[in-house]
RNA sequence: GCUCCCGUCGUCUAGGGGUCUAGGACACCGCCCUUUCAAGGCGGCGGCACGGGUUCGAAUCCCGUCGGGAGCGCCA
């Protein structure tokens, strides 16, 4: 049997990491095993599904290359199943109706917390009989259907990542399996999709662990075959709790707009409870896919770390052809209004990407080839205080106006910076700092000469005269 | 409280009885390069949670302790 995998979110919030790596790797088995990536959309939880939100969880499976061959399914446009299968349950007694209230529950839950003994569902409305049950529905009790967990005894499976797990059924209580707004719960609707979907494995992460014995039981009561488990670890921030919002970003559109690479998050989320055979860490799409297997699944739980991540979007932004980098840049470069001329831009992303982290610090950092205005801030003022720096604004007028409407090259403006440097006899360093500054309005940046290529010497002529004039004036 | 999961450098991890003086990557520190910040190159710092076993031999197997996490919902 071929292999079938599914993600399956629910509609209540953005693709966090945790999830676009429970996604990643049920995307990579998938690929590997030449199977089919499902998608089901959970949303059987009305009160905070949207569909903002599945909307927004699809735009980011497809902006991380994540995409699935089958979907998306909703569960919600499912209830008939869902629904049959529970009265099936019912009516051959191993499920049953409960008319408790919510407040109810609560408060034998909080009762039994309070002796010290597990919380669980008393199985009060296990054994009501007919006529128990014709009195609580006069009262206008609406009933939520149970699943009766067997008295004694215990289930166990093998998962994949953990091995052999064991359950007694003493601690699990009668749980719910179709609410009484007549939609399943999470625990049923899983089971009774997986089977129907020809679900293979099972990927997700190990929070499920509880979850799974109920889900057995599900599928022991109606003779299915399970499909296979395996219990990834999960995501924790920097405190070793869950990862959550309190640690910063954890949508994944967040990381697109703060300028990250699909293909470095990818690459990062991969690490994160994966390792290769040999120490290689850096992938592509296709190399993961070849490589991606189940055994080699870390057990522990991994903590983000962001900087880690920064660093291999750096290394992805140099590494990755210029054309793709442009590409990804483009929006960033429109926001901070450059000039929509490809070929230029592309030389932008060329110099700028070489000391950069993310496609935002890039554009950033690019900002003063657009735009330049006088007084500088103090702390860069400071650095035109010195004696000499009119006369080497002035040996750069002077080299440099014979080529004031020429093409000149990044090689070209290196030669005549060092004609300047000559020219004022002072160490490099004494001469293009200032020049930097001057021209750049900032103490960092690439070579003055990709610079000077960069905005063209009329642009750099125009600037070095502007601070020469303020200067003076002062 | 109960159940379950997990403990290798700060972080992600390799390792699965001898080849471990524990390997790699990020971070950090230093040096080199240099026109600034980076990038890059080279080097350094740094870890088997603890205690008992088993064994000729344990990071690796067993037990316990401690620590962390998750679940115990008519959320998923």
Redesign the pocket.
Known sequence: MSVRVRF???P?GYLHVGGARTALFNYLFAKKTKGAFILRI????R???TVEAEKAIMEDLRWLGLHWDEGPYR?TERVDLYRKHAEELVQRGLAYP?????AE??EM?EE??S???????SGRCRNLSESDRKKLESEG????I?FKVPEGGEISFK?I????????FS???D??I????G?????F??VIDDHHMNITHVIR???????TPKQLLIYQAFGWDPPQFA?V??I?G?????LSKRHGAVAISQYRKDGYLPSAMDNYLL?????S?D???IFSMDEMIELFSLD??????????I??????N??YM?KLPLDEVYEQAIPFFLEKGFPMNADWLKKVVAVYR????TLREMVE?ALPLISFSLPFDSSIEEELKFDHVTQVLKAFLEVFTPYKYKEVSASL??EL?KGVVDRVGL???K???P??IALTG?????????FIELIGVKEALERAQRVLDYLERR
């Open positions: 399956a979110p629910s209540t959970e949303d059987t939880d009160e905070r599904s569960q409960c008319y408790c209230t919510e529950i609560e839950r039994m917390l002796l010290g003994i597990a919380p669980k569902y009790r609406v009933a939520a149970r998962d990542v953990r091995g052999e797990l064991k359950f007694r601690d699990i209580g749980f719910v179709m609410r009484s707004d939609l399943p719960t999470y625990n609707a899983v992460a190990d929070e499920h662990i509880a979850n219990h670890s999960m924790l920097p405190d070793r709790s869950k690490l994160l409870g994966w390792s055979p120490d290689r860490e080699r699944l870390s057990r522990n739980p991994a903590i983000f770390d900087n880690k991540l920064r660093w291999m750096g290394y140099r070489e000391h950069t982290s950092e403006a290196w910076l160490k490099r360093g001469v293009l700092f020049l930097r900032r103490k960092t940046g690439p070579e003055l000469y990709h």
